[in-house]
């Protein structure tokens, strides 16, 4: 099954706390129930964009690895 995503995030070469900073201010501009695609370098990236949807409330739709890159879809939630 592959997701449409709406919006691409290359936040490759990026460490933390930028890739999440980044979604996050890219979130905003976006309607409720479209999803972000960011692709990210950081190796730390799982734990704070599992950590980053608990605490938002958005939803982590899928994330996987290739090579040395991250993978996440990121929907946003209506209440946020």
């Not at 939803?59 to 946020?80: P, Q, S, T």
């Amino acid at each position: 099954m592959s997701i449409q995503y709406d919006v691409d995030l290359d936040l490759r070469g990026l460490n933390c706390p930028l890739p999440i900073l980044r979604t996050k201010k890219q979130l905003v501009t976006m309607l409720n129930g479209q999803v972000v695609r960011v692709r990210a370098t950081d190796p730390h990236s799982v734990i704070d964009f599992t950590a980053f949807c608990i605490k938002t409330g958005h939803e982590l739709v899928d994330h996987w690895r290739h090579e040395d890159e991250f993978y996440f879809l990121v929907r946003k939630c209506a209440a946020n």
